[in-house]
């Protein structure tokens, strides 16, 4: 059986900081870029911590608290009286950050990815090489587009696959059945049919997270030679 890999899911366009990246440009890239949270790289590119609306918001509700009422209505009155004290200097991405950083690899399972995104409750996850550089960030919306799709629809979208990439004796000789997202295709391929194209064409499907091969190779006399299972 093979599965979708978060690097096929992943989006290869990053949006990133560095230790030093003032409070006021993490929440401007934020905004702009309509996310929840941005890696923090080091001059290598390697992920040293995350920042998140979360990590920001906490930050400010602490400094919004701290002090007595008492000190808040003298700290305001001195503001008034333009004599207040300079305010207290904000962090950087840095001070802000979660460390170490949650990662994952592009040959990692989109089914682990998502247990791992549940388990650590977190929405989004840098990925990076096996030198930790970054490479991709997979959000949980990207992981979502895999498993919330039915099995009719993956179905039919694997049968046109199947039909794409295979010749007109495959369509009408294979079968395909789709549960829980596994898709399994059987039947007697043609001579000279690509068996692996097939499988891969299959898989690359969204919404497909498994693919049990029952491909037979049909010989010349027409009789198709024993089924074998894709590892």
Known sequence: MTYRTVGEVMTGEVVRAHPDTSTEELTRLLTSHHISGVPVVDDDDKVVGVVSRTDLAGRRAMRSRSGSGRDRVLRALRRIAHAGPAAPRALPA???????????????????????????????????????RLIGIATRRDLLRVF?????????????????????????????????????????????????????????????????????????SGRPSSAHRAH
């Open 94 to 132: 840095g001070g802000l950050m979660s460390s170490p950083a949650v990662t994952v690899h592009p040959e990692q399972r989109v089914v682990d990815a998502a247990r791992i995104m549940e388990r650590r409750r977190i929405d989004r996850l840098p990925v990076v090489d096996e030198e930790d």
């Open 148 to 220: 919330l799709r039915t099995d009719e629809e993956i179905r039919a979208d694997v049968t046109d696959a199947v039909r794409l990439h295979g010749s007109a004796h495959d369509a009408g000789s294979l079968r395909v059945d789709v549960r829980d997202g596994i898709a399994t295709i059987e039947g007697a391929a043609g001579p000279g049919a690509d068996s692996t194209a097939l499988i891969r064409a299959a898989w690359r499907v969204d919404g497909v997270v498994g693919v049990v091969n029952r491909l037979t190779a049909e010989r010349r």
